[in-house]
């Protein structure tokens, strides 16, 4: 089975800018995951949507790189998943694009 989240939208502290660090922005992340689905063994999505907004309210990242590598940790060391997608995107930092990154 997979399992896709998209658009997990939230607010966060995130960048290394000195604006950044104060003023919360709005970040957006998609995941994906495959697992052996059975009757005993399922994956709650709202439990990982849930880890994945804490972790990054919590740590406050500084790099967005930073923040990519330890919630693919997290997920990987939480959950039995392979074939993990994640992108974390920052839609306002820039006036005219959206600044993204994926492992």
Known sequence: MK????????K????I??????????VIINLSFDYD?????????????NLVKKTMKEHKFELIEDAIKTIKKLLEDTYTIKNLKLKISKPNILKDCIVSISS
């Open 37 to 49: 689905f059975s009757k005993d063994n399922f994956i709650d999505y709202s439990e990982v949507a």
């Open 17 to 26: 800018l000195d604006f950044e660090r104060v003023k919360k922005q709005k």
């Open 12 to 15: 966060c502290i995130i960048g």
């Open 3 to 10: 399992i896709e989240i998209e658009q997990l939208t939230f």
